[in-house]
C-alpha cells in the first residue's frame, strides 16, 4: 500500500533532482532500504518525507557512483511533454508549452542546492518541515535557501523573457 501511495512522488523527486532516466533504478532501491529501515522512522516527520529523503540520497549516490562533477547540472529533471491545457486554442497550448520549458531550463541552470529547495517547496508541495527533514538542512537555511532560490529563478526567467523578445 505504501509503494503504490508513494510511487508517484518517489518517482518525481528522484526525476526532479536529476536521475532522469535512471529515476525507476533509484526509487526502487530507496523503497528497498525504506523498506529494511522501516523500524528506524519514528514519526517525527510524516512518512513521505522521510521516504523522499532517502530518495534524494539514493538520487545523491547515484551521481556519486558515477564520478560525474557536474551531474545534477547535466542530468536535471525531465518534464514529458503532456500538456493538460484548459484552453482549447493552439495558441495557447503553445505558450503553456513554451512557459513550462522556459521554467525546467531555468531551474535546470539552478545550483543543486537551489534547485533542490525549490523542488521540494514548490515541484513535490513538501511542507517547510517535511522539507527541512527531505533535505536535513535547519529550518532557517531551508527559508533563507528558498527565498534565494526563487529570487534566482525569478531573475533567470525574467532575463529568458526579455532576450525572447
Not at 520549458?101 to 533542490?116: E, K, M, W
Request: proline residues 2%; hydrophobic residues 40%; contains cysteine.
Amino acid at each position: 500500500m505504501l509503494v503504490a501511495r508513494h510511487t508517484a512522488s518517489a518517482h518525481r523527486t528522484a526525476v526532479l533532482l536529476g536521475a532522469g532516466s535512471d529515476a525507476e533504478d533509484v526509487i526502487q532501491e530507496a523503497f528497498v532500504k525504506g523498506y529494511r529501515k522501516l523500524s528506524r522512522y519514528r514519526g517525527e516527520s510524516s512518512f513521505r518525507a522521510w521516504l523522499l529523503a532517502i530518495v534524494a540520497n539514493e538520487t545523491r549516490n547515484l551521481h556519486r557512483s558515477r564520478d560525474r562533477r557536474y551531474g545534477l547540472m547535466l542530468r536535471a529533471a525531465r518534464v514529458e511533454p503532456h500538456p493538460e491545457v484548459a484552453e482549447d486554442n493552439a495558441v495557447g497550448a503553445v505558450l503553456a508549452g513554451e512557459r513550462r520549458a522556459a521554467l525546467v531550463r531555468a531551474l535546470r541552470s539552478l545550483p543543486a542546492r537551489d534547485r533542490g529547495v525549490i523542488v521540494c517547496r514548490y515541484f513535490l508541495d513538501l511542507s517547510e518541515e517535511e522539507t527541512v527533514t527531505m533535505l536535513g538542512w535547519p529550518r532557517g537555511t531551508v527559508k533563507s535557501r528558498t527565498s534565494r532560490a526563487l529570487a534566482k529563478l525569478r531573475g533567470l526567467l525574467a532575463v529568458e523573457e526579455v532576450s525572447r523578445g
